[in-house]
Nanobody, 125 residues
């Protein structure tokens, strides 16, 4: 599975950005795709994930109501729309994927993913 992010950049507080992730490779190895953020000096944090079969979405409380994850299955694309950005949203954003067996209906934690993109930097000032 290969994941490639794009769309990061610098934005002022209150602004918006949309991150994109294109996924390729074995689709059966990835039934959850999400976004993980790593702020400077902090550990990676899972902030949004989607179950690709149903489109169910899960968010961290820190981004709930401001960020929205979506997918375009036909294009193998996953997006993260980020609105009302705050300085504390600054960090490296990674697209990540995993196959989880069983009934999972919660946000996927960062350490659960086993496929990662290279990351894209988001800076909010």
């Amino acid at each position: 599975v290969q994941l490639v992010e794009s769309g990061g950049g610098s934005v002022q507080t209150g602004g918006s950005l949309r991150l994109s992730c294109v996924a390729s490779g074995d689709a059966y190895s990835r039934n959850f795709i999400g976004w993980v953020r790593q702020a400077p000096g902090k550990e990676r944090e899972g902030i949004a994930s989607t179950y690709v079969i149903t489109g169910s979405k899960y968010y961290a409380s820190s981004v709930q109501g401001r960020f929205s994850i979506s997918q375009d299955s036909a294009k193998n694309m996953v997006y993260l729309q980020m609105n009302s950005l705050k300085p504390e949203d600054t960090g490296m954003y990674y697209c990540a994927a995993v196959y989880k067996a069983g009934l999972i209906s919660r946000l996927i934690a960062a350490d659960e993913y086993n496929y990662w993109g290279q990351g894209t930097q988001v800076t909010v000032s």
